[in-house]
């Protein structure tokens, strides 16, 4: 990892702001702006130098203008079970967390063979801190600093694919689940989702990106009309407005009927389901009786409920739910044929599961170089 040799540099435009559109116009020759997309996507080319087919005038021209350095990676923290946890500061000095699932997976090859792999997500981060303040959220806790650009949750990306030393072509799941509330950030979330996409690029189709909320309802549809393709993830957690409000606060504006009613105006396609987060909290919601109303809730929908048991952290009074009563809970779901998941908890011992990061404060102490982490 080389960043210690890396010096963020304020002055300059992120090149993983621009569209290939938009680096075309920085060009003299389009077909100049794929060959960047390619050294910055493909070949996880950072020093514009070193991109040699391009002349040296616009290589300079370039290091002049841009940076494809924007974030510092300070440290990386690897589970037991092999998530990787990547803490970065930007050029503005804050610090926000992304987070690298390995998963084995299993395919069949054209001779019905099984074949062992992995399977990488992401999950990415959006805004700095968080604005909606969920009373079960880590990150709400620290409040709101500011949203990612485009560039910084495109950046992410491609760091943790070269630092993972996937393959270009490797294929790669996005979660926007890390930090912040994916719809708050909507301009530079959608303009980053279609540069992810760029087949001249990272190329990675909007149907491996999901975007979960928390129920912005008008922001779902506007989502909705973009038919950009994405995968679709509500954070629901409660089936009646009393209990979602205390959870979520913004459920007083935006209530359950309202997130329901946006999700029915929301194009699916025909293969894929709508996921409902529900995050199961002991003695809280995971009763059968609000089991049932979920299961009324979302008669009609095509959905897929995914059961979260709650990962504790410091100053909450929220406590995991017994895996035997969501088994229960799962149970009655799927029995009544309602697809239901429960998350695998990743990365827990390193506070990289859901709803465990936030920002970290940077020790103002030595050189400015250790990070010290809030408990
Ligand atoms: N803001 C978006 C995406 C980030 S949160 C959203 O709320 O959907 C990603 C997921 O983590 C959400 O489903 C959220 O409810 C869940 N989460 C938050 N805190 C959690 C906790 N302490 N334990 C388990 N999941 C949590
Ligand atoms: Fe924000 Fe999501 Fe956390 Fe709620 S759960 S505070 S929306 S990041």
Request: with cysteine; proline share 3%.
């Amino acid at each position: 990892m080389d960043s210690s040799v890396l010096k963020l540099d304020t002055s300059k435009q992120n090149i993983y702001s621009l569209s290939l559109t938009e680096l075309q116009e920085v060009c003299k020759k389009p077909y100049q702006a794929k060959q960047i997309y390619h050294w910055l996507y493909v070949r996880y080319e950072k020093d514009f130098a070193k991109m040699s087919n391009l002349p040296k005038d616009f290589r300079e021209r370039l290091q002049l203008e841009y940076s494809a350095q924007n974030l510092e990676l300070l440290t990386q923290e690897v589970s037991q079970d092999g998530t990787r946890k990547y803490l970065f500061q930007t050029r503005d000095n804050h610090t926000f967390e992304s987070v690298c699932i390995k998963m084995r997976d299993k395919k069949l090859d054209e001779n019905s063979k099984i074949i062992e792999g992995e399977k990488y997500t992401f999950c990415i981060s959006s805004q700095i801190g968080c604005k909606v303040g969920c009373a079960f959220c880590s990150t709400a806790k620290g409040g709101f600093v500011r949203d990612l650009t485009s560039g910084e949750i495109v950046e992410q990306v491609l760091n943790l694919k070269k630092y993972n030393n996937l393959a270009p072509e490797k294929r790669v799941n996005i979660v926007y689940m890390g930090m912040g509330e994916p719809l708050n950030n909507f301009d530079n979330l959608i303009h980053a989702i279609k540069i992810l996409s760029t087949l001249d690029g990272l190329s990675i189709s909007p149907k491996r990106q999901t975007i979960s909320t928390s129920g912005i309802s008008p922001r779902i549809h506007d989502l909705g009309k973009q038919n950009l393709g994405v995968q679709l993830a509500i954070s629901l957690h409660a089936v009646d407005d009393t209990l979602r409000s205390k959870l979520i606060p913004m459920n007083k504006t935006y209530n359950i009927q309202s997130v329901i009613d946006a999700v029915r105006a929301f194009p699916i396609d025909t293969r894929k389901r709508v996921m409902f987060e529900y995050l199961v909290i002991k003695d809280v919601n995971d009763d059968i009786a609000s089991a049932k109303k979920l299961l009324k809730l979302l008669n009609g929908i095509k959905a897929k409920v995914n059961l979260i048991l709650f990962n504790p952290h410091s100053g909450t009074k929220f406590q995991r739910p017994e895996e035997s009563k969501v088994r229960v809970f799962a149970d009655f779901l799927t029995n009544k044929g309602l697809l239901t998941t429960i998350r695998e908890s990743k990365g827990i011992d390193i506070s990289a599961a859901c709803g465990q990061l936030r920002e970290k404060t940077r020790s103002r102490q030595g050189q400015g170089q250790n990070v010290s982490y809030e408990t």
